[in-house]
């Protein structure tokens, strides 16, 4: 997993160059490379503004970002009671953390900073604030959901870097579609980068809330304390419940999140299943860090939920990528991971640890075409009866090469890999995954059949290491996997096999039509099931049919009677029972020829060949060196 840049940086503390930035000075002003390039700013003080934290600077800032497209804030804490708005081609910058921006208003969803275009085809281009720090008033006045810090409403090619958003009572940034309900606003080219977003006391809404956007990409930055307990999480994507809102190409990269609070997530996408003008899709969450104490998810995706339509296989794509992001929930119940209604996702080279069962699916929703890789699902042991995932109703479903290292609780009836829980799924695949406990927590199942209804015809299981937990799961291609103990699953034979403990049955929920064991104590073939049963095989203690064992080692059994048996002395029992004078089945059959044989048959130890010749009707048998009358 590749390093987050702003991973090593302590929790309560970070640096406003989140990569290194050589300074330039121009005109007095030591500025970073992005701002570098404007040629005429002018230093707030300039204007009246004063930067004591207690005189209202608000009417000297307007003033200042109205007459320059460069606004300096040198160090200071500048009092703002009421939205200052910014025009395009503006760029505020400040010195760093030192260069304080106190909001106090409390104007619903506009913000320290605030840009509202306008109109839905209108746009505020160019757009930067940079290298400060706002701070909100959430620990004296506490939460108010729609009082932001940042509010950008129509913007185009907007930056926000290097800053500390810090103590917002509603979203420190908010990327929305107006500050009054119904306005259709647009975002594109939102960059987010570098800061340093806290919420102090997890009493705000979001860090980040995406109501609209295209090409919005949220970068290296470290979210803190964010989110009381009934609001969604420190990055929320979640367009209102209009069919006008355009949310793609949504980037989250980098990110490091740290005892951040919500109900939904730490990184939710939650879309209302309206039918949109234009259709969401590109969502790339990647090399993410979160660390939670919360029952929330880690990252979350959802098209509608349970009271709504399901997905259904004319549902637009969604192109959802998730990888290698580390979720760490430790002992808390939280969730890795959800996925509600969703389609065309792929979640690659993440870390779980710790916490309770992650969903594919639930109650009234439905997935397609989702893939698990190369994901690893370590001490996924708590909560009630854990599993690392748990899949519910969908179609082309793959897990692929992934590991789940002790999962499931050490004492307990239930725990483990995964899940099938209530639903249906077809085109299931379990190709190449790992099920393994070497702290010994793991000892439940490695996939469990949870009244779920398998469409077996169309799963397939190959190339898994089960050797932690017995498997429910029902297909139809069974293929080198190597258990300890697995059901519905041929045994490997393939190179260096090991079959110590081998077992085949048909449904473990159903009477046994056949039992394949290789364990010395037990039998090779059981046949409980009354109508049809047919099998051949070896097993040191017998084997049985028709419900009753049989004390010869081999034989072969159709329509639940022996054909042929080999008993301990090596008697080949041809078939059991006596035959009528008039019988005309149930004979020994043995090769004929007609006349004489003179061939030269292959030779055993100890074991002669026969052969009748018909046209003589005489019995022959080999030995010493040619063929013999049995006479008379």
């Not at 809404?205 to 290296?220: F, K």
């Not at 049919?545 to 034989?555: A, D, F, K, V």
Request: with cysteine.
């Amino acid at each position: 997993m590749s390093t987050i840049k702003i991973s090593q940086l302590p929790a309560a503390t970070l640096p406003l160059s989140g990569t290194e930035i050589t300074p330039i000075v121009q005109n007095g002003v030591t500025k970073k490379a992005s701002v570098a390039a404007l040629t005429a700013f002018v230093n707030v003080k300039s204007y009246g503004a004063v930067g004591d934290g207690t005189t209202d600077d608000t009417a000297a800032i307007q003033a200042a970002v109205n007459a320059s497209d460069g606004v300096f804030f040198p160090s200071g804490t500048y009092k703002v009671t009421s939205a200052v708005s910014l025009k395009t081609n503006n760029t505020v910058f400040g010195e760093g953390p030192g260069s304080v921006i106190l909001y106090t208003g409390t104007a619903a969803t506009q913000g320290a900073f605030f840009v509202n275009s306008g109109s839905s085809s209108a746009y505020v281009d160019n757009v930067t604030i940079c290298d400060l720090k706002l701070l909100g008033q959430v620990a004296s006045l506490g939460f108010s959901e729609f009082v932001h810090l940042i509010s950008l409403n129509g913007v185009r090619n907007a930056v926000v870097e290097r800053c500390v958003v810090e103590g917002f009572r509603g979203d420190g940034i908010y990327i929305g579609s107006g500050d009054l309900a119904g306005q259709e606003r647009h975002n594109i080219n939102v960059t987010v980068r570098d800061c340093y977003i806290n919420g102090v006391n997890n009493d705000n809404r979001n860090g980040i809330s995406i109501i609209d956007g295209s090409g919005i990409n949220i970068d290296n930055n470290y979210f803190l304390n964010t989110t009381r307990s009934n609001m969604p999480g420190a990055i929320d994507v979640e367009p209102d419940v209009n069919v006008y809102h355009i949310i793609r190409d949504i980037s989250i990269r980098n990110n490091r999140m740290i005892s951040c609070g919500g109900n939904v997530a730490n990184i939710s996408v939650f879309l209302p299943s309206v039918a949109y003008t234009t259709m969401p899709n590109g969502f790339n969450i990647e090399n993410n860090y979160i660390q939670s104490s919360t029952n929330s998810y880690g990252i979350y995706f959802t098209y509608g939920n349970s009271s709504g339509p399901a997905l259904t296989e004319s549902t637009a794509e969604f192109g959802i990528r998730i990888s290698k992001n580390v979720v760490n929930y430790g002992s808390v119940t939280g969730r890795g991971f959800g996925l509600g209604n969703a389609n065309d996702t792929v979640l690659e080279g993440n870390e779980f640890i710790g916490g309770t069962t992650s969903f594919i699916g639930g109650a009234g929703v439905n997935v397609l075409d989702i893939t698990l890789r190369n994901n690893m699902f370590v001490d996924v042991q708590y909560g009630v009866d854990p599993f690392a995932v748990a899949v519910y109703t969908g179609s082309r479903i793959k897990f692929e090469s992934n590991i789940f290292k002790d999962c499931g609780p050490a004492v307990g009836a239930l725990g483990g890999g995964i899940e099938f829980a209530s639903g249906t799924t077809s085109y299931v695949d379990i190709i190449g995954n790992i099920f393994v406990s070497p702290g010994g927590s793991f000892t439940q199942q490695a996939i469990r059949n949870s009244a779920h209804t398998f469409t077996g015809a169309t799963n397939r299981l190959i190339g898994n290491s089960l050797i932690a937990g017995a498997n429910n799961f029902v297909s139809a291609i069974n293929l080198n996997n190597y258990p300890t103990s697995i059901y519905n699953n041929i045994p490997n034979f393939g190179v260096n096999a090991v079959p110590s403990a081998y077992r085949l049955s048909v449904d473990g929920a159903a009477t046994n039509a056949a039992l394949f064991d290789n364990d010395d104590t037990n039998v090779q073939i059981t046949s409980t099931n009354g109508t049809v049963n047919q099998a051949s095989g070896y097993a040191i203690g017998g084997f049985a049919y028709n419900g009753t064992l049989n004390s010869n080692p081999w034989g072969v059994v159709t329509n639940n009677t022996p054909r042929m048996q080999v008993d301990v002395y090596d008697n080949i029992i041809v078939t059991n029972g006596d035959r009528a004078t008039s019988a005309t089945d149930g004979f020994l059959y043995v090769p004929s020829c007609a006349g004489t044989p003179t061939g030269t048959p292959r030779t055993y130890t100890d074991a002669v060949p026969i052969i009748v010749d018909r046209t003589n009707n005489k019995l022959y048998f080999y030995t010493n060196g040619s063929w013999r009358d049995a006479g008379p």
